[in-house]
T-cell receptor, first 112, second 113 residues
Framework: QQQVKQSPQSLIVQKGGIPIINCAYE??????FPWYQQFPGKGPALLIA?????SEKKEGRFTISFNKSAKQFSLHIMDSQPGDSATYFC???????????FGGGTRVLVKP | NAGVTQTPKFQVLKTGQSMTLQCAQD?????MYWYRQDPGMGLRLIYY???????DKGEVPNGYNVSRLNKREFSLRLESAAPSQTSVYFC????????????FGQGTRLTVV
């Protein structure tokens, strides 16, 4: 049973487009929602994160939107570039045990 | 600054063989984790250690054991490897509950034939 559901599995956009990745969760005990970026052959690295008392957070071209009542959050990549081509994972953190639960991942390809 | 170091990077095992994946972090983090990554399945937690001296099962612990050797090191053991354990394994660490960013190693690509 996947506690964090992520969609779509893959996404292709043209340079300058805005890929949007969506995640949904059930457990209200989650207290922190990060996004990780992974390039081929590398481990995931933290990209941006949000806490549930905030509805939106921007860092550079990356924006998280958070809807606490719907238990959904999403990542938008503004003005996407070919260098943004990677796999993106949403995650949810539970303080008990200090552990992260990951979504299934979205492979994003930005075409030049 | 090495961060999280995993060894080996690649390994091929025959069914039934055993091996230990090693992980060490130099960031003085309290919590450490082992994940496996399979296509379309994301990262699934195998075992974790919230602090030195404790270990707990994650989502997919069957067929694995772990040892938190000290604060720096957290190893994952496959006692009798099976083809279903073919995967990419990642070790990660985080400071504590208040600093929740997880730092990942480069991964170990394991193939069981």
């Amino acid at each position: 049973q996947q506690q964090v559901k992520q969609s779509p599995q893959s996404l292709i956009v043209q340079k300058g487009g805005i890929p949007i990745i969506n995640c949904a969760y059930e457990n209200t005990a989650f207290d922190y929602f990060p996004w990780y970026q992974q390039f081929p052959g590398k481990g995931p690295a933290l990209l941006i994160a949000i806490r549930p008392d905030v509805s939106e957070k921007k860092e550079g071209r990356f924006t998280i939107s958070f809807n606490k009542s719907a238990k959904q959050f999403s990542l938008h990549i503004m003005d996407s570039q070919p260098g943004d081509s990677a796999t993106y994972f949403c995650a949810a953190h539970k303080a008990a045990g200090n552990k992260l639960t990951f979504g299934g991942g979205t492979r994003v390809l930005v075409k030049p | 600054n090495a961060g999280v170091t995993q060894t080996p990077k690649f390994q091929v095992l025959k069914t039934g063989q055993s091996m230990t994946l090693q992980c060490a972090q130099d960031m003085n983090h309290n919590s450490m984790y082992w994940y496996r990554q399979d296509p379309g399945m994301g990262l699934r937690l195998i075992y974790y250690s919230a602090s030195e001296g404790t270990t707990d099962k994650g989502e997919v612990p069957n067929g694995y054991n772990v040892s938190r050797l000290n604060k720096r090191e957290f190893s994952l053991r496959l006692e009798s490897a099976a083809p279903s354990q073919t995967s990419v394994y990642f070790c990660a660490s985080s400071l504590d509950r208040s600093r929740t960013e997880a730092f990942f190693g480069q991964g170990t690509r394991l193939t069981v034939v």
